[in-house]
């Protein structure tokens, strides 16, 4: 089936820009999203992409798509202390159902003072 | 619109005994899941609902769970008996599914424990 794979961790400072990496299996994928999760809440849609797009920019969030590589980024400018979080990469296909959503682990960002 | 509201917001219940969580979906949206997360296994999709009716249920557990959606604006997973390891915090979502990015609208949560 279809698989979406994140690191596990990230650490930047305050200020910094932070990358966060995902791939996918599915080559069918028509949208990529991004969530986050803040402690102790539900998931949160930051932003998404379209498959047959590149790139996305969303003030301090830009979203970066290699189809050909099936790799997906998330950049945040800028990084504040209030962007510590865990953020979700998910991607929705055309194969299986089209309702569903494959998440990834979840990649836990920690934002250092 | 309040958004997706679940309750209780925590559980906490002796193993054995029946759990009932529920969820209310955003007013207007047809498709409802109802997702478990654990430190171990992740975020795992249980169940999803399209116009009340149940589409896939292949991530049920076991039978110990069932979920309902008797009506557009309500849904409940029962867990029945409750075991130490189906401790985790449940998430409903729902979404408006129409051509388009489709974006789940999620819920704070239940966290449940079973002790």
């Known amino acids: 089936g279809e698989d979406v794979e994140q690191s596990l961790f990230l650490s930047v400072r305050e200020g910094d820009s932070s990358v966060i990496n995902c791939t996918y299996t599915d080559s069918s994928s028509t949208y990529l999203y991004w969530y986050k999760q803040e402690p102790g809440a539900g998931l949160q849609l930051l932003t998404y992409?379209?498959?047959?797009?590149d790139m996305k920019q969303d003030q301090r969030l830009t979203v970066l798509l290699n189809k050909k590589d099936k790799h997906l980024s998330l950049r945040i400018a800028d990084t504040q202390t209030g962007d510590s979080a865990i953020y979700f990469c998910?991607?929705?296909?055309?194969?299986?159902?089209?309702?569903?959503?494959?998440f990834g682990s979840g990649t836990q960002l920690t934002v250092l003072p | 619109d309040a958004g997706v509201i679940q309750s209780p917001r925590h559980e906490v219940t002796e193993m054995g005994q029946e759990v009932t969580l529920r969820c209310k979906p955003i007013?207007?949206?047809?498709?409802l899941f109802w997702y478990r997360q654990t430190m171990m296994r992740g975020l795992e999709l249980l169940i999803y609902f399209n116009n009340n009716v149940p589409i896939d249920d292949s991530g049920m557990p076991e039978d110990r769970f069932s979920a309902k959606m008797p009506n557009a604006s309500f849904s409940t997973l029962k867990i029945q008996p409750s075991e130490p390891r189906d401790s985790a915090v449940y998430f409903c979502?729902?979404?408006?599914?129409?051509?388009?990015?489709?974006?789940?609208?999620f819920g704070p949560g239940t966290r449940l424990t079973v002790l």
């Open positions: 998910a991607e929705r296909g055309r194969t299986g159902s089209a309702r569903q959503l494959t």
């Open positions: 992409i379209f498959s047959n797009m």
């Open positions: 979502a729902s979404s408006l599914e129409q051509i388009g990015r489709n974006e789940q609208f």
């Open positions: 007013s207007g949206h047809n498709s």
